[in-house]
């Protein structure tokens, strides 16, 4: 079975323009979230899917970040225009149903805005 | 608001036992995890314990819960050099898994 897949791996773009980040759950899961780190943080909430319903977006750090999840399967995260703090590692993660203590991760989107 | 807090780094001895310490704040965490993070790869799942258990045990892993305290503990027997990771603990009460910032495993040969 495959793992949650992110796309792309790396990311390298300058401040102001705008970036695309994709995450493929594993088949099946409706739960998925989005988290990232930075700078060598704490790797922080962003937001959380059922199927494509938004249950809670309260770590979303500001409205230049928008995340889709149409038809319930993968989700995207854009990143609008993109600012320097906005560097880091950009994590899916996917949980079926009724085990959301069971979150499956992908490798990370590294996001380098310069 | 929620806060794990871990130790930065941690060297040890191949061979010996590597002891990873964390702390948190929500009493109201349902579960305690610990992820494995080597370089270039994304976070593994390593082992999670409910809050109504004390200790976890499996094969080389050991996880210590101190609710009382908020104290989470991993520890590793005979680590190895493949074991050098970061490590984060993290805990959750619900969807939302709240992290620490990692500790950085060095293990020297």
């Known amino acids: 079975e495959a793992g949650v897949t992110q796309f792309p791996s790396h990311s390298v773009i300058e401040k102001g323009q705008t970036v695309t980040l994709r995450c493929d759950p594993i088949s099946g899961h409706d739960n998925l979230y989005w988290y990232r780190r930075v700078m060598g943080k704490e790797i922080k909430f962003l937001l959380h899917f059922v199927k494509e319903s938004k249950q809670d977006e309260s770590g979303m750090p500001n409205n230049r970040f928008l995340a889709e999840r149409t038809g319930g399967t993968y989700s995207t995260l854009k990143v609008q225009p993109a600012e320097l703090e906005d560097s880091g590692v950009y994590f899916c993660?996917?949980?079926?149903?009724?085990?959301?203590?069971?979150?499956?991760f992908g490798p990370g989107t590294r996001l380098t805005v310069l | 608001g929620e806060d794990v807090e871990q130790s930065l780094f941690l060297s040890v001895r191949e061979g010996d036992s590597s002891v990873i310490n964390c702390t948190y704040t929500?009493?109201?965490?349902?579960?305690l995890y610990w992820y494995k993070q080597e370089p270039g790869a994304g976070l593994q799942l390593l082992t999670y314990i409910f809050s109504n258990m004390d200790m976890k045990q499996d094969q080389r892993l050991t996880v210590l819960l101190n609710k009382k305290d908020k104290h989470l503990s991993l520890r590793i027997a005979d680590t190895q050099t493949g074991d050098s990771a970061i490590y984060f603990c993290?805990?959750?009460?619900?969807?939302?898994?709240?992290f620490g910032a990692g500790t950085r495993l060095f293990v020297k040969a």
């Open positions: 929500d009493s109201s965490s349902t579960y």
């Open positions: 993290a805990e959750s009460g619900g969807f939302k898994t709240i």
């Open positions: 993660a996917s949980s079926q149903l009724g085990a959301p203590h069971a979150q499956y």
